[in-house]
């Protein structure tokens, strides 16, 4: 499905709220795949063809809808200065952060979770956007541990991409709606300290994981 752009000059900023919180409670009334546009005319006693003067296609209603979720519920704001003892630690509490929203969703409002996962399968502009301020918050703070003198000085845009690609696995709902928990030989916390050692330019101590039971990997 691709998405399409909000018609631009809306004549009605306000009503563009009114069908994403509409559509919102539509998709976790009857599921994004049962749900129609019919359905959120019907909660708002308008006409569907009300709703395509603001936004032009079905896609572009979801992918409205995924991003308000995405920026209300999925959306974790790091620790202020002082909050923590070091930026390390803001960066691992920002991590985990976002996997325990993610989680959350998962756990309390599958609907809606299923929605980010047609975002992301669809690389929807609400999924990037989300992934794009991942990054940029994940930049700050190694910004700051280098300005600190906590993490080695490098290329930020590049160290954020590589942090935040190698946490995927916790962040991606894609990935963690599909494998239990279970599947993997480490935790939350340890995959994130490890990323986060990197940063430091330390070898983070740990057990070491047989090859045959790494990701991916299957015994001979």
């Known amino acids: 499905m691709e998405v399409g752009m909000i018609a631009r000059n809306q004549p009605r900023p306000e009503f563009t709220i009114q069908i994403v919180e509409a559509g919102t409670a539509a998709c976790r009334l009857y599921g994004p795949a049962k749900t129609n546009v019919a359905d959120i005319a019907k909660l ?7 709703i395509y ?6 896609a572009s209603i979801w992918d409205a809808i995924a991003e308000d979720f995405f920026e209300s519920d999925l959306c974790f704001t790091a620790w202020a200065d002082g909050d923590l003892a070091s930026v390390a630690d803001r960066l691992k509490d920002t991590a985990l952060g976002y996997h325990r929203l993610i989680l959350n969703a998962l756990r ?4 809606m979770f299923k929605l980010t996962v047609l975002a992301a399968e669809g690389d929807w502009p609400s999924f990037r956007n989300y992934l794009k301020r991942l990054h940029n918050g ?8 280098i300005a600190a003198e906590e993490f080695l000085p490098t290329n930020v845009d590049l160290a954020a991409a590589c942090f935040c690609a190698s946490i995927g696995v916790l962040l991606d709902p894609r990935i963690i709606g599909a494998l239990p ?5 480490f935790s939350a916390e340890e995959l994130v300290c490890y990323s986060v050692s990197a940063l430091k330019g330390i070898q983070p101590n740990r057990r070491a994981i047989p090859i045959s039971q790494r ?6």
């Open 44 to 50: 708002l006693g308008k006409s569907p063809a009300s």
């Open 53 to 58: 003067k603001i936004f032009p296609s079905k």
């Open 108 to 111: 309390n409002d599958s609907q």
């Open 138 to 145: 994940v930049g700050e703070l190694i910004r700051a541990g």
């Open 181 to 185: 928990s279970s599947h993997y030989e």
């Open 215 to 220: 990701p991916g990997q299957r015994s001979p």
